[in-house]
């Protein structure tokens, strides 16, 4: 018994690996035995004492796949050390943590969340839109603090039925967004690179148009070079006094300063934002309003998307190496 | 209609009681210091011919044997439990309620509420609001999208939830008095099987004899540790201290509330509890629904002293 797992161990050294720079928190809640693999095996960075160029170097010759999340930028330094790398997997839908350049320029394959998270993130994206005009955790903080036995009612909301939703980002996730809140009696429109041609929703070209007739914006696109502080104070006053803006892509998309300056002298009406642009970091004078819903970055993670995400990324890593296409390739 | 005496219980909403003001010769209950008997004496009880309530104060058989001139009541929510309907009916007072222009608010408050809970977005907003995003993994939450959902009355905010339900992938079945004809749901003849089979259960039927405390504790151990409930429509469908134990010793996953026993009184073993979310009964309390709301309530009223047909009757 023990000569066989010797060989087991000392075949599975032989296999080829993916790279892991820095702790993913999906890996921990799903728990390990469930990433095993008989095809290649996971290869830690943070494990090792090595400082990382050292590091990358001493096992360049076996890493033939990186996976990587949100936190770890994937660029071209890096990739220079890795000469084997065929595949960068990412946990992520965004990708603007890796160089896609470079990776397209070495003919390395880039695959992504796919849609795995795409209900989630529009339940999110729902529950905080819904929260902010009818100000759910507002209120819930108001009668928790004893206030509605000494204080009364609380103030109005505002009624979601009847509103004017602008998608920025009709992908996938932008995609399941309308199709929850037409449910509520809203009406939907878009902004996004290209018109779709399959879809009936009214296009804008730009995102103030957009923003200029519509009641609530809803962020859903990824973050490039082009979209980086699309929504500035241009957009937010397009967007007007009774407008909402609800986040749920990357932080930077949106001008924070403007953002915040604006939601302090009413610019706008309110906002729902689970990303920001240096996270953990919320600007403070979002603490004080409770015209705002915060959140940190959470709209992924449920156990069920989890467990669909493991299948993916396990599912690319082995179609990767049994040279078959994979299941979620980015591809312009 | 200036001469006309109208008696508002309670103070609601300030566009109604200028509206009333206007139009008709407005009383208000709350400015009473003494017994009901004595203020209505004092304030020409006898030319109170409306009675404008809502889900605090209606028309119970105590106020209306004290307004012998009183021939209608216009009631500010859509729910009746308020009201002595059978005294109203004995004494050929007219009922008209607030039915569908408040429906789409309570639907979208209930989806707020389950959204609130599966999802934990009241707790992380207060977990982010006091610094504690930077020191730990916010626990993980439970998807919505594609979870059964159970729905108690499935009249006009029943159904009005199914269908937003139905847009997160949901599968929807129901428990009512009858089988609906226009529904393709999964039926329930009993509420038991109904908590049995699905995960998040939404109480929003009519507050009656029957339905009072219609969940108790059977219903919620049938719904179990994983599931979760949702009141939208009077506390007392609920058995409030069992719903509390339930959740203290986990046998219940998690609660979306608007309404309580005893409003404003909120259990206070609920307040320090991160799988709940309070509302202070908000169900239909935007600008554009109290607006409304007030509005049908003034056009009833007109419509009644003009001797035209009620627009929403109820008796």
Avoid at chain 1, 257 to 276: P, S, T
Avoid at chain 2, 106 to 132: E, F, M, N, T
């Amino acid at each position: 018994m023990m000569a066989v797992s010797t060989d087991c161990h000392k075949a599975q050294q032989d296999f080829p690996k993916v790279l892991i720079l820095k702790p993913i928190s999906f890996l921990a809640h799903v728990g390990e035995r469930h990433v095993a693999s008989n095809k290649f095996t996971f290869l830690k960075a943070y494990e090792s004492s090595l400082p990382l160029h050292q590091f990358l170097s001493t096992h360049s010759p076996s890493i033939k796949a990186i996976l990587s999340s949100v936190g770890t930028p994937i660029t071209a330094d890096i990739l220079q050390l890795l000469p084997e790398v065929g595949v960068v997997v990412t946990t992520s839908v965004g990708l603007n943590q890796v160089d896609l350049p470079e990776c397209r320029r070495r003919g390395i394959k880039v695959a992504n969340a796919g849609s795995v998270f795409s209900d989630d993130v529009a339940d999110f994206a729902a529950g905080l839109l819904i929260d902010v005009l009818r100000k759910v955790s507002a209120s819930d903080g108001y009668v928790r603090k004893g206030l509605w036995a000494t204080k009364g009612d609380y103030p109005l909301g505002s009624k979601l039925g009847g509103k004017r939703i602008g998608i920025v980002g009709l992908g996938s996730i932008g995609f399941a967004v309308a199709k929850r809140l037409e449910a509520f009696g809203c009406s939907i429109s878009y902004n996004s690179r290209k018109r779709k041609p399959h879809v009936s929703y009214p296009f804008y070209e730009s995102v103030c148009e957009l923003a200029a007739n519509c009641d609530v914006l809803v962020i859903c696109c990824e973050l490039t070079d082009q979209t980086r502080h699309m929504i500035n104070k241009e957009v937010l006053s397009a967007l007007g006094k009774e407008g909402v803006i609800v986040n749920i892509g990357r932080g930077a998309i949106i001008n924070e300063k403007e953002m915040v300056q604006c939601l302090v002298q009413g610019e706008i009406a309110g906002a729902g934002l689970d990303v920001f642009e240096n996270e953990p970091d919320v600007p403070v004078e979002l603490f004080a309003m409770d015209n705002v819903v915060l959140s940190p970055h959470i709209a992924v993670f449920t156990p069920e998307s989890f467990l669909d995400l493991m299948d993916l990324v396990m599912g690319n890593l082995e179609a990767f190496f049994s040279n078959k296409p994979l299941l979620s390739e980015y591809g312009d | 209609m200036k001469s006309i005496g109208v008696l508002m219980t309670c103070p609601m909403h300030k566009y109604l009681e200028q509206q009333l003001e206007t139009h008709f010769n407005l009383f208000k209950l709350w400015h009473c210091n003494s017994s009901i008997t004595e203020f209505l004496k004092t304030h020409q009880g006898n030319t109170i011919r409306a009675v404008v309530g809502n889900t605090e104060i209606g028309a119970d058989a105590e106020l209306i044997a004290s307004l012998p001139s009183l021939e209608i009541v216009a009631s500010y929510s859509v729910g009746l439990d308020k009201i002595d309907l059978r005294k109203c009916e004995e004494k050929g007072i007219r009922v008209a309620n607030t039915p569908d222009v408040l429906t789409d608010d309570v639907a979208d408050l209930a989806v707020g509420l389950i959204l609130g809970v599966l999802r934990g977005i009241c707790a992380s907003d207060a977990y982010v609001r006091i610094g504690k995003w930077k020191d730990a993994d916010f626990g993980l939450a439970t998807k919505f999208s594609g979870k059964s959902v159970g729905i108690v009355g499935l009249g006009r905010i029943g159904t009005a939830i199914a269908k937003r339900a139905e847009a997160f992938g949901c599968s929807i079945s129901y428990f009512s008095r009858s089988q609906k004809s226009f529904a393709n749901y999964k039926f329930y003849s009993n509420i038991i099987d109904l908590a049995t089979s699905c995960q998040i259960l939404i109480v929003a039927c009519a507050l009656t004899e029957e339905t009072r405390h219609i969940i108790n504790r059977e219903v919620i151990d049938a719904l179990g540790p994983k599931g979760i409930l949702i009141n939208i429509g009077r506390g007392a469908h609920v058995d409030e201290t069992e719903l509390v134990s339930a959740l203290l010793e986990g046998r219940l996953g998690g609660a979306g509330l608007d309404v309580y026993e005893n409003e404003p009184e909120v259990p206070e073993e609920l307040l320090g509890l991160g799988n709940v979310v309070l509302q202070p009964h908000v169900g239909s309390d935007t600008v554009e629904t109290s607006d409304a709301m007030a509005d049908l309530v003034i056009s009833n009223l007109k419509a009644h002293f003009s001797k035209k047909s009620l627009l929403t009757p109820v008796i």
